[in-house]
């Protein structure tokens, strides 16, 4: 077993609005309380959309909870006239620990390439937050290249300008399995997690042994044992089961199901 404390990070998209996000919050409080969640062995991280960062912010230090918050995205500058964005300075004056870059709805939605993640990826580092780097391939990518080419390529060029142990996180989610139901097998994710491991490993050993890599992709209660059983997977970047709290709760404490 592998010393990386593994990571549950639920992003919560364009759902929750102000008050949800609220009740959201307290309610996963009060769940993960009642069932003696331990956090030591589980980090537990929400990401909710930007106007909501700020009551949870507010409310996780009031009531001291023990669970992390981040963004969903962040602008590759850090101030200046770039209308609607949202500087990396921004998100650690609201104590954002993580911010999630480059996820798949962001590439294919906003046209984001390899080149705009990577300089996310600075801007986030710039200002101490750990990005959640995530890579994946669609389908079609699947079927021409195979499963890892396309989430390794990707990472490369993410983490081109990285310098080697700086605090991130990587996740790999399919494009395929994102919102449809169908997850990878365990199986799936081991093979790619191992692979985006050797990317680090090829720049720093003790980095790749460090870093957590996640799996998302239609992650639920039912099925997040099977991912977290396998050696490189150290958590899950949840969605859809990210915004039902007893869901989300059940995820958390897949150690239960895994019996460890
Ligand atoms: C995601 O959007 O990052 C994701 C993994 O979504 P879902 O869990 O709904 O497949």
């Known amino acids: 077993m592998s010393d990386r404390l593994p990571l549950i990070a ?12 609220i009740a959201f919050v307290q309610k996963l409080a009060w769940t993960l309380k009642d069932a003696r969640h331990d956090f030591s ?3 537990v991280a929400v990401f909710p959309p930007f ?17 992390r918050h981040g963004a969903q995205d962040l602008s590759a500058h850090d101030s200046g006239a770039y209308t609607g964005e949202v500087s990396g300075a921004f998100l650690a004056a609201l104590d954002c620990r993580y911010v999630i870059v480059g996820h798949s709805e962001r590439r294919t939605l906003h046209g984001e390439t390899d080149e705009v993640v990577a300089s996310k990826v600075a801007a986030a580092l710039r200002f101490g937050l750990v990005p959640i780097v995530c890579v994946g391939e669609t389908a079609d990518d699947l079927e021409t290249h195979g499963p890892s080419a396309v989430p ?7 983490l081109e300008d990285v310098a080697p142990g700086s605090a991130l996180v990587v996740a ?12 990878a097998t365990p199986d799936q994710a081991q093979q790619v997690a191992a692979a985006l491991r050797a990317v680090l490993a090829e720049r720093d050993g003790a980095w790749a042994a460090a870093t ?9 209660a039912a099925n997040i044992a099977g991912f977290m059983r396998e050696p490189d997977v150290d958590g899950a970047l949840v969605g859809g089961a990210s915004i039902v709290v007893d869901e ?9 199901h895994v019996g460890v």
């Open 212 to 220: 957590r890599i996640l799996y998302g992709g239609s992650v639920k």
């Open 248 to 256: 989300f709760a059940s995820i958390v404490r897949y150690q239960k």
């Open 152 to 158: 390794v390529a990707q990472l490369r060029a993410a």
């Open 172 to 183: 790999y989610e399919p494009v395929w399995a994102i919102g449809s139901g169908q997850a």
């Open 41 to 43: 062995t589980v980090e």
């Open 10 to 21: 639920g992003n919560w998209k364009m759902n929750l609005d102000h008050l949800q996000s």
């Open 51 to 67: 106007t909501d960062l700020r009551s949870v912010q507010t409310l996780i230090a009031a009531d001291k909870l023990e669970l």
